[in-house]
Protein backbone atom coordinates (compact mmCIF):
# COMPACT_ATOMS: atom_id res chain seq x y z
CA UNK A 1 0.00 0.00 0.00
CA UNK A 2 2.88 2.37 0.95
CA UNK A 3 4.58 1.40 -2.41
CA UNK A 4 1.03 2.12 -4.45
CA UNK A 5 0.78 5.82 -2.45
CA UNK A 6 4.44 6.60 -2.95
CA UNK A 7 3.83 5.98 -6.70
CA UNK A 8 1.06 8.21 -7.15
CA UNK A 9 2.81 11.18 -5.73
CA UNK A 10 5.05 12.09 -9.15
CA UNK A 11 1.81 11.52 -11.13
CA UNK A 12 -0.27 13.79 -8.80
CA UNK A 13 2.62 16.62 -9.14
CA UNK A 14 2.95 15.91 -12.63
CA UNK A 15 -0.60 16.75 -13.29
CA UNK A 16 -0.44 19.62 -10.88
CA UNK A 17 2.26 20.79 -12.84
CA UNK A 18 0.84 20.98 -15.80
CA UNK A 19 -2.87 22.41 -14.63
CA UNK A 20 -0.39 25.39 -13.36
CA UNK A 21 1.19 25.72 -16.67
CA UNK A 22 -2.06 25.85 -18.27
CA UNK A 23 -3.23 28.81 -16.02
CA UNK A 24 -0.07 30.69 -16.50
CA UNK A 25 -0.13 30.77 -20.01
CA UNK A 26 -3.88 31.09 -19.94
CA UNK A 27 -2.86 34.64 -18.27
CA UNK A 28 0.08 35.46 -20.11
CA UNK A 29 -1.90 35.40 -23.27
CA UNK A 30 -3.90 38.92 -21.62
CA UNK A 31 -2.23 42.03 -21.84
CA UNK A 32 -2.48 45.61 -21.48
CA UNK A 33 -3.88 47.23 -24.67
CA UNK A 34 -5.23 44.04 -25.98
CA UNK A 35 -7.70 45.80 -28.33
CA UNK A 36 -5.31 48.40 -29.24
CA UNK A 37 -4.84 47.83 -33.01
CA UNK A 38 -8.19 45.67 -33.21
CA UNK A 39 -10.48 48.57 -31.70
CA UNK A 40 -8.60 51.23 -30.76
CA UNK A 41 -12.19 52.95 -28.94
CA UNK A 42 -12.92 49.78 -26.76
CA UNK A 43 -11.71 51.16 -23.14
CA UNK A 44 -12.71 54.61 -24.00
CA UNK A 45 -16.11 53.38 -25.21
CA UNK A 46 -16.22 51.66 -21.92
CA UNK A 47 -15.52 54.41 -19.71
CA UNK A 48 -17.60 56.62 -21.37
CA UNK A 49 -20.34 54.34 -21.08
CA UNK A 50 -19.82 53.54 -17.57
CA UNK A 51 -19.51 57.26 -16.61
CA UNK A 52 -23.05 58.26 -18.37
CA UNK A 53 -24.71 55.13 -16.53
CA UNK A 54 -23.44 56.30 -13.06
CA UNK A 55 -24.58 60.12 -13.91
CA UNK A 56 -27.94 58.72 -13.81
CA UNK A 57 -27.59 56.43 -10.81
CA UNK A 58 -24.40 56.39 -8.96
CA UNK A 59 -25.15 52.96 -7.16
CA UNK A 60 -24.73 51.74 -10.36
CA UNK A 61 -20.22 51.88 -9.34
CA UNK A 62 -20.28 49.75 -7.21
CA UNK A 63 -22.82 47.16 -8.40
CA UNK A 64 -20.29 47.10 -11.38
CA UNK A 65 -17.61 46.37 -8.98
CA UNK A 66 -19.74 43.24 -7.65
CA UNK A 67 -20.68 42.06 -10.95
CA UNK A 68 -17.03 40.95 -12.06
CA UNK A 69 -16.88 39.38 -8.35
CA UNK A 70 -19.65 37.44 -8.94
CA UNK A 71 -18.24 36.13 -12.69
CA UNK A 72 -14.38 35.61 -11.59
CA UNK A 73 -15.79 33.37 -8.61
CA UNK A 74 -17.72 31.38 -10.90
CA UNK A 75 -15.72 28.91 -13.25
CA UNK A 76 -13.44 32.12 -13.84
CA UNK A 77 -13.55 35.48 -15.66
CA UNK A 78 -16.05 34.19 -18.59
CA UNK A 79 -18.75 36.21 -18.57
CA UNK A 80 -21.09 33.02 -17.81
CA UNK A 81 -23.06 35.52 -14.90
CA UNK A 82 -24.30 37.57 -18.27
CA UNK A 83 -26.05 34.70 -19.73
CA UNK A 84 -29.88 34.90 -19.44
CA UNK A 85 -32.34 31.79 -19.42
CA UNK A 86 -34.04 29.32 -16.79
CA UNK A 87 -30.83 27.42 -15.83
CA UNK A 88 -28.50 30.18 -16.34
CA UNK A 89 -26.13 30.97 -13.26
CA UNK A 90 -27.13 34.17 -12.60
CA UNK A 91 -30.61 32.59 -11.51
CA UNK A 92 -28.89 31.21 -8.74
CA UNK A 93 -29.42 32.44 -5.13
CA UNK A 94 -26.25 33.58 -4.54
CA UNK A 95 -26.27 36.06 -7.49
CA UNK A 96 -29.22 37.76 -5.64
CA UNK A 97 -30.00 41.44 -6.30
CA UNK A 98 -26.95 41.14 -8.61
CA UNK A 99 -27.18 44.59 -11.27
CA UNK A 100 -25.02 45.97 -13.78
CA UNK A 101 -26.12 43.39 -16.37
CA UNK A 102 -27.63 45.56 -18.35
CA UNK A 103 -24.85 48.55 -18.59
CA UNK A 104 -22.70 45.25 -19.81
CA UNK A 105 -25.25 44.47 -22.80
CA UNK A 106 -25.89 48.30 -23.48
CA UNK A 107 -21.67 48.78 -24.24
CA UNK A 108 -21.14 45.84 -25.54
CA UNK A 109 -24.17 46.93 -28.13
CA UNK A 110 -21.81 49.89 -28.59
CA UNK A 111 -18.70 48.44 -29.42
CA UNK A 112 -20.14 45.75 -32.20
CA UNK A 113 -21.12 48.83 -34.27
CA UNK A 114 -17.57 50.10 -33.56
CA UNK A 115 -15.64 46.70 -33.85
CA UNK A 116 -17.99 44.06 -34.47
CA UNK A 117 -16.95 40.43 -33.18
CA UNK A 118 -13.90 41.73 -31.19
CA UNK A 119 -14.49 42.95 -27.48
CA UNK A 120 -15.42 40.04 -25.40
CA UNK A 121 -18.03 40.37 -22.81
CA UNK A 122 -15.76 38.86 -19.85
CA UNK A 123 -13.58 41.88 -20.85
CA UNK A 124 -16.49 44.36 -20.62
CA UNK A 125 -17.25 43.01 -17.55
CA UNK A 126 -13.46 43.57 -15.91
CA UNK A 127 -12.99 47.10 -17.69
CA UNK A 128 -16.81 48.45 -16.24
CA UNK A 129 -15.58 47.64 -13.03
CA UNK A 130 -11.81 49.08 -13.13
CA UNK A 131 -13.57 52.01 -14.20
CA UNK A 132 -16.10 52.09 -11.76
CA UNK A 133 -13.41 51.87 -8.94
CA UNK A 134 -12.13 54.92 -10.40
CA UNK A 135 -15.82 57.16 -10.59
CA UNK A 136 -15.60 56.03 -6.96
CA UNK A 137 -12.71 58.35 -6.11
CA UNK A 138 -10.47 54.56 -6.01
CA UNK A 139 -7.32 54.01 -7.63
CA UNK A 140 -7.04 54.38 -11.53
CA UNK A 141 -4.89 51.21 -12.85
CA UNK A 142 -4.66 49.53 -15.62
CA UNK A 143 -6.05 45.90 -16.39
CA UNK A 144 -4.44 43.43 -19.33
CA UNK A 145 -7.50 42.20 -21.55
CA UNK A 146 -7.83 39.49 -23.93
CA UNK A 147 -10.61 36.93 -22.50
CA UNK A 148 -12.50 35.12 -24.29
CA UNK A 149 -16.28 34.29 -23.35
CA UNK A 150 -17.57 30.82 -22.02
CA UNK A 151 -19.90 28.54 -23.35
CA UNK A 152 -21.42 27.13 -20.57
CA UNK A 153 -23.22 28.92 -17.63
CA UNK A 154 -25.41 26.47 -15.43
CA UNK A 155 -27.50 27.74 -12.06
CA UNK A 156 -25.58 25.15 -9.86
CA UNK A 157 -22.08 26.31 -10.77
CA UNK A 158 -22.79 29.30 -8.73
CA UNK A 159 -23.07 27.71 -5.41
CA UNK A 160 -19.23 28.19 -4.81
CA UNK A 161 -19.67 31.70 -4.23
CA UNK A 162 -18.53 32.97 -0.97
CA UNK A 163 -21.60 33.53 1.82
CA UNK A 164 -22.61 36.08 3.86
CA UNK A 165 -22.78 32.86 6.58
CA UNK A 166 -19.56 31.52 5.70
CA UNK A 167 -17.01 30.52 8.60
CA UNK A 168 -13.51 32.28 7.72
CA UNK A 169 -12.39 28.97 6.91
CA UNK A 170 -14.29 28.26 4.50
CA UNK A 171 -14.08 32.51 2.95
CA UNK A 172 -10.06 31.45 2.96
CA UNK A 173 -10.34 28.34 1.49
CA UNK A 174 -12.62 29.32 -1.59
CA UNK A 175 -10.38 31.98 -2.02
CA UNK A 176 -7.58 29.93 -2.42
CA UNK A 177 -8.98 27.43 -5.11
CA UNK A 178 -9.46 30.80 -7.12
CA UNK A 179 -5.44 31.25 -6.28
CA UNK A 180 -5.81 34.30 -4.27
CA UNK A 181 -4.60 34.83 -0.46
CA UNK A 182 -5.37 36.08 2.89
CA UNK A 183 -4.29 39.58 1.86
CA UNK A 184 -6.32 39.66 -0.91
CA UNK A 185 -9.95 38.30 0.63
CA UNK A 186 -9.39 41.39 3.08
CA UNK A 187 -8.64 43.74 0.20
CA UNK A 188 -11.48 42.31 -1.99
CA UNK A 189 -13.89 42.59 0.92
CA UNK A 190 -13.45 46.16 0.53
CA UNK A 191 -15.40 46.03 -2.29
CA UNK A 192 -18.27 46.37 0.25
CA UNK A 193 -16.87 49.96 0.82
CA UNK A 194 -19.45 51.34 -1.40
CA UNK A 195 -21.99 48.94 -1.47
CA UNK A 196 -25.59 48.45 0.61
CA UNK A 197 -26.65 45.51 1.91
CA UNK A 198 -30.58 43.99 2.21
CA UNK A 199 -29.96 40.80 3.92
CA UNK A 200 -28.86 41.33 7.81
CA UNK A 201 -32.14 40.42 9.10
CA UNK A 202 -31.24 36.81 10.01
CA UNK A 203 -27.54 38.28 12.07
CA UNK A 204 -29.88 40.54 13.96
CA UNK A 205 -32.81 38.50 14.60
CA UNK A 206 -32.51 34.76 13.76
CA UNK A 207 -28.92 33.74 14.47
CA UNK A 208 -27.99 30.42 15.80
CA UNK A 209 -26.94 30.89 19.71
CA UNK A 210 -24.47 28.64 21.33
CA UNK A 211 -26.99 27.73 24.46
CA UNK A 212 -29.59 26.75 21.25
CA UNK A 213 -32.39 28.97 20.45
CA UNK A 214 -31.94 31.92 17.70
CA UNK A 215 -31.50 35.57 18.47
CA UNK A 216 -28.99 38.39 17.75
CA UNK A 217 -25.32 37.71 16.64
CA UNK A 218 -23.44 37.75 20.46
CA UNK A 219 -20.08 39.49 18.35
CA UNK A 220 -22.68 42.45 17.68
CA UNK A 221 -21.82 45.42 20.47
CA UNK A 222 -24.72 46.13 22.52
CA UNK A 223 -24.58 49.86 20.76
CA UNK A 224 -23.93 49.05 17.49
CA UNK A 225 -27.06 46.57 17.57
CA UNK A 226 -29.26 48.79 18.76
CA UNK A 227 -27.80 50.63 15.86
CA UNK A 228 -28.98 48.35 13.45
CA UNK A 229 -32.26 47.40 15.18
CA UNK A 230 -33.32 50.81 14.64
CA UNK A 231 -33.29 50.85 11.44
CA UNK A 232 -33.87 47.11 10.59
CA UNK A 233 -37.14 45.59 12.56
CA UNK A 234 -38.13 42.09 12.50
CA UNK A 235 -39.58 41.00 9.56
CA UNK A 236 -38.29 43.53 7.64
CA UNK A 237 -36.03 42.22 4.53
CA UNK A 238 -36.17 45.24 2.01
CA UNK A 239 -34.28 47.90 4.22
CA UNK A 240 -30.39 48.54 2.57
CA UNK A 241 -27.79 48.85 5.03
CA UNK A 242 -24.53 50.55 3.99
CA UNK A 243 -21.56 48.30 4.89
CA UNK A 244 -19.04 51.06 5.31
CA UNK A 245 -20.54 52.74 8.25
CA UNK A 246 -19.98 56.94 8.76
CA UNK A 247 -18.25 56.64 5.14
CA UNK A 248 -20.20 55.08 2.66
CA UNK A 249 -19.72 57.15 0.10
CA UNK A 250 -16.17 57.52 0.05
CA UNK A 251 -13.01 55.05 -1.18
CA UNK A 252 -11.22 54.64 1.50
CA UNK A 253 -10.28 52.37 4.38
CA UNK A 254 -12.78 52.84 6.92
CA UNK A 255 -14.96 49.43 6.32
CA UNK A 256 -11.26 48.13 7.91
CA UNK A 257 -11.58 50.60 11.35
CA UNK A 258 -15.21 49.55 11.29
CA UNK A 259 -14.36 45.80 11.39
CA UNK A 260 -11.36 46.23 13.41
CA UNK A 261 -13.58 48.32 16.11
CA UNK A 262 -16.87 45.88 16.03
CA UNK A 263 -18.47 47.80 13.33
CA UNK A 264 -19.16 45.15 10.82
CA UNK A 265 -22.19 45.11 9.13
CA UNK A 266 -22.15 41.66 8.18
CA UNK A 267 -20.51 38.49 9.86
CA UNK A 268 -18.10 37.19 7.20
CA UNK A 269 -16.32 40.90 7.11
CA UNK A 270 -16.83 40.19 11.30
CA UNK A 271 -14.94 37.19 10.92
CA UNK A 272 -12.08 38.98 8.87
CA UNK A 273 -10.63 39.92 12.50
CA UNK A 274 -11.31 37.14 14.68
CA UNK A 275 -9.02 34.63 12.47
CA UNK A 276 -5.55 34.96 13.33
CA UNK A 277 -5.22 34.51 9.33
CA UNK A 278 -6.03 38.12 8.43
CA UNK A 279 -6.14 40.14 11.72
CA UNK A 280 -2.93 41.41 10.78
CA UNK A 281 -4.24 42.26 7.75
CA UNK A 282 -7.02 44.34 8.69
CA UNK A 283 -4.92 45.72 11.09
CA UNK A 284 -1.66 46.68 8.76
CA UNK A 285 -4.41 48.71 6.15
CA UNK A 286 -6.57 50.03 8.83
CA UNK A 287 -3.55 52.17 10.49
CA UNK A 288 -3.34 55.48 9.88
CA UNK A 289 0.32 55.56 9.22
CA UNK A 290 -0.02 53.16 6.40
CA UNK A 291 -1.29 55.78 4.22
CA UNK A 292 2.46 57.35 4.70
CA UNK A 293 4.47 54.04 5.10
CA UNK A 294 2.71 51.50 4.03
CA UNK A 295 1.05 48.86 3.17
CA UNK A 296 -0.22 51.03 -0.06
CA UNK A 297 -4.31 49.72 0.05
CA UNK A 298 -4.93 51.74 -2.76
CA UNK A 299 -2.15 49.82 -5.06
CA UNK A 300 -2.51 46.83 -3.08
CA UNK A 301 -6.68 46.94 -4.03
CA UNK A 302 -5.87 47.47 -7.35
CA UNK A 303 -3.24 44.65 -7.70
CA UNK A 304 -5.75 42.21 -6.11
CA UNK A 305 -8.31 43.80 -8.61
CA UNK A 306 -6.29 42.50 -11.27
CA UNK A 307 -5.44 39.29 -9.51
CA UNK A 308 -9.22 38.22 -9.22
CA UNK A 309 -9.90 39.38 -13.33
CA UNK A 310 -6.97 36.79 -14.26
CA UNK A 311 -8.76 34.15 -12.48
CA UNK A 312 -9.36 30.85 -14.94
CA UNK A 313 -9.30 33.40 -18.03
CA UNK A 314 -10.24 31.85 -21.98
CA UNK A 315 -7.90 33.07 -24.04
CA UNK A 316 -6.59 32.43 -27.80
CA UNK A 317 -9.10 29.81 -29.60
CA UNK A 318 -10.97 28.91 -26.38
CA UNK A 319 -14.45 30.06 -25.96
CA UNK A 320 -16.18 32.92 -28.39
CA UNK A 321 -16.77 36.10 -28.75
CA UNK A 322 -20.68 36.91 -28.10
CA UNK A 323 -22.43 39.10 -30.35
CA UNK A 324 -24.67 39.64 -27.13
CA UNK A 325 -23.45 39.71 -23.71
CA UNK A 326 -27.00 37.65 -22.71
CA UNK A 327 -26.72 34.57 -25.20
CA UNK A 328 -24.37 32.30 -26.60
CA UNK A 329 -23.43 32.68 -30.29
Do not use: W
Not at 15 to 29: E, H, K, M, P
Not at 234 to 255: H, V, Y
Request: hydrophobic share 40%.
Amino acid sequence: MGRSGGGGGPAILLVATVLVAGVAVSNAQLKVGFYSKSCPTAESTVASAVRQFADADSTILPALVRLQFHDCFVKGCDGSVLIKGGNAEVNNNKHQGLRGLDVVDSIKQKLESECPGVVSCADIVVLASRDAVAFTGGPSFDVPTGRRDGRTSSLRDADVLPDVKDSIDVLRSKFSANGLDDKDLVLLSCNHILHFFYFLHDRLYNFPLAGGGRGADPAIPEGFLSELQSRCAPGDFNTRLPLDRGSEAEFDTSILRNIRNGFAVIASDAALYNATATVGVVDTYSSMLSTFFGPYFRQDFADAMVKMGSIRVLTGRAGEVRKVCSKFN
